[in-house]
């Protein structure tokens, strides 16, 4: 019998006379590592599947132990089905659904009449903490869909029969904890015992499937760590969350209001208005320095060209239509169609391209009311929309021109922090697959080229090609997914788009979708909560707040907002008969960047004294230096005060 081979990271080679399970290969290892193992990763991919799957011959193999990120997966996994079997051995007639890993945790939806409230999350921890003080064994056994059937109708599980009956597979299978068990395909840990912090956060409704025509369910949202210090960790960034919550935060600064009467659409008050204008105005700049062209075009069009861009048979139910005239229009939910139409109106030569445009239109895509957040799930928005046309040969270079401008941005605003995807084809697509390889491999090869790690986030491309997704990880450690680049082949090939070679023939252009901050609306969400509201000097709203004493030093301080106003500072005047510490607790709680605090002293001396963000304060300073300085801080956008920079 011919061996089979197991190939190992640090390259050596593990052989067996049968296709041996994971654990049977950390077994050979070592007591310890078979101990510790928890799941694996075969053939460089990222899915961990389950330490109990069979491996072939050549397989590549890296173990997941409790040390590797990855393990996670697997922990959360099994925490969802000791919440199920804590649910249920505290209310047997509650049958189960679905609980799947999400970010930062997992979730379980309950068939059930009760309403879980605070205390009932408490009685389950406590269960949960019973449960793993048994430290059961987790058994995988393989079922027959016949068998499955049969078990699961008698208890009265008539969802996982759903389940069951819609996999249309042979076998199924189960895993069981002691007495309990759940239908599920893994990962899961050898014993419950390794499941070592674990919590139940909040609840919330759901519809079975996401359907709102199909039963609600009640839903439990919970997390699980490695340790408890991650868990306190993570459980203190929540609380801190609600604090940031960029809606709570919208309100108490002023920036923005929602009304039923346009739901999902926000209105952006003037304080609102100040930060969307000054990061259009920057991103302007930036379109100079790196030659793009900004273009208006239109905000509704006839549906011809969506069914000629791929949309109307791939986007339909994210999209808005009207009647006019007995014809058949959209809103627009993307530039890109209207930009290859743009394109197509001029006669173009290898010499004019790369064409860069760029679109602050706005735009309108149909989110359901369920999902809809805030600012970081809108239906009316706008985005720092671009396309770069360019030949093939360009490709390459323009790429990381976008790599390097999105770097640029992102450490003016104080965000170096990310992680890149690269998502490929979905399984709802426009193109053959030879174009999909073209458009892949030249996205993978640009960041190989520029030596960016990146992982593969498989099928989750857009329809007409695949994309690079830029992941910010905030303040806080969380995850949103902000600027995205993408490949297209397709979409120029649709609208028939050419340009004239150095050979004097037709050429067809590539299409690179481009956008750095994402959308403004969520963009601001996210940075708001980032930041905690406390932004730079150059974003503030309101950048210098100017605090008499007494009403004896009005004259004074009027002058000097007549003065800052002239510098194009944006500064107001707090002339209330109020005590200075409530001027001051009010300013603070606008997060105004600087305060001028005017006594008889600066009034006398013709000086100011400044409280600086950091909550420090500078007495008796010329007003000349702290205008010169402040202005060269807004000019250069800077994100610290220079008197902090000194420090």
Request: charged share 30%; hydrophobic share 35%.
């Amino acid at each position: 019998m011919s061996l089979v081979r197991i190939h190992l990271p640090d390259n050596s080679i593990k052989d067996f006379d049968h296709e041996p399970t994971v654990m049977e290969v950390a077994q050979s290892i070592g007591a310890g590592l078979a101990k510790a193992t928890l799941g694996a990763q075969l053939n460089g991919q990222s899915e961990v599947v389950d330490f109990r799957t069979q491996l072939k011959d050549g397989t590549k193999l890296k173990i997941i132990t409790l040390k590797d990120p990855e393990s996670l997966e697997v922990i959360r996994h099994s925490s969802a089905h000791l919440m199920a079997q804590a649910v249920q051995e505290l209310w047997p007639e509650i049958k189960v659904t679905i609980g799947p890993v999400i970010s930062h945790g997992f979730f379980y939806d309950f068939d059930s009449n009760r309403n879980f409230s605070p205390e009932d999350l408490e009685k389950i921890d406590k269960k949960m903490q019973e449960i793993l003080q048994r430290n059961e064994e987790v058994i995988k056994e393989v079922w027959s869909t016949e068998k499955a059937i049969e078990v699961f109708s008698k208890m009265g599980e008539n969802f996982k029969v759903e389940i069951i009956k819609d996999l249309n597979t042979k076998e199924v299978s189960i895993y069981r904890q002691g007495e309990w068990f759940d239908l599920c395909r893994g990962p899961h840990v050898q014993k419950m015992g390794q499941i070592k912090a674990v919590k139940t956060l909040h609840t919330a409704g759901a519809y079975w499937r996401g359907d709102e025509t199909k039963p609600q369910l009640q839903r439990i949202y919970a997390t699980a760590f490695n340790d408890k210090k991650d868990l306190d960790k993570y459980l203190e960034n929540l609380e801190e969350a609600k604090k940031r919550d960029h809606r709570k935060l919208g309100k108490e600064l002023g920036l923005f209001a929602f009304t039923h009467l346009a739901p999902g659409s926000p209105f952006f008050k003037p304080k609102g208005a100040i930060i969307y204008r000054e990061l259009q105005n920057y991103l302007r700049e930036l379109y100079l320095n790196y030659n793009y062209q900004e273009v208006l075009s239109p905000q509704i069009y006839d549906v011809e060209l969506y069914k000629r861009s791929g949309h109307y048979d791939n986007y339909l139910e994210n999209m808005y239509f009207i009647d006019i005239d007995e014809r058949e229009f959209s809103v627009k939910p993307m530039n890109c169609p209207g930009h290859c139409v743009l394109y197509k109106d001029d006669m173009r030569s290898y010499r004019d391209m790369p064409w860069r445009v760029a679109d602050f239109g706005r735009l309108h895509r149909h989110e359901r009311s369920g999902t809809m957040h805030g600012l970081t799930r809108v239906r009316s928005f706008c985005q720092d929309d671009a396309h770069i046309f360019c030949r093939m040969d360009q490709l390459q270079s323009e790429i990381q021109n976008v790599m390097s401008m999105l770097n640029e941005i992102y450490e003016k605003l104080g965000m170096p922090n990310y992680k890149i995807y690269l998502s490929t084809r979905p399984e709802k697509r426009m193109g053959s697959d030879e174009v999909w390889d073209q458009s892949e491999q030249a996205l993978e090869q640009a960041l190989k080229s520029l030596n960016l790690p990146y992982k593969i986030n498989p099928g989750d491309g857009a329809f007409y090609g695949p994309k690079i997704d830029i992941i910010f990880i905030d303040a806080l450690e969380r995850e949103w997914q902000l600027g995205t680049m993408q490949c297209d082949f397709n979409m120029p090939k649709a609208f028939e788009l050419s340009y004239v070679g150095e050979d004097n023939k037709e050429h067809q252009p590539v299409m690179i979708h481009r956008a750095i901050l994402g959308s403004f609306e969520r963009f601001i969400g996210v940075y708001l909560e980032h930041t905690a509201g406390r932004l730079a000097t150059w974003l503030s709203p309101v950048q210098v707040k100017i605090l008499n004493v007494t009403s004896s030093q009005n004259e004074y301080c009027q002058q000097l907002k007549e003065k800052l106003f002239s510098q194009k500072v944006r500064v107001e005047f707090d002339d209330r008969n109020e005590k200075l510490g409530f001027k001051i607790r009010e300013a603070q709680l606008q997060k105004i960047p600087y305060m001028l605090i005017i006594g008889d002293k600066e009034v006398e001396g013709g000086k100011v004294s400044v409280r600086l963000p950091n909550g420090e304060t500078k007495y008796g300073l010329e007003y000349k230096e702290f205008s010169e300085k402040l202005i060269k801080e807004i000019h250069n956008r800077d994100l610290t005060s220079p008197w902090q920079a000194q420090d």
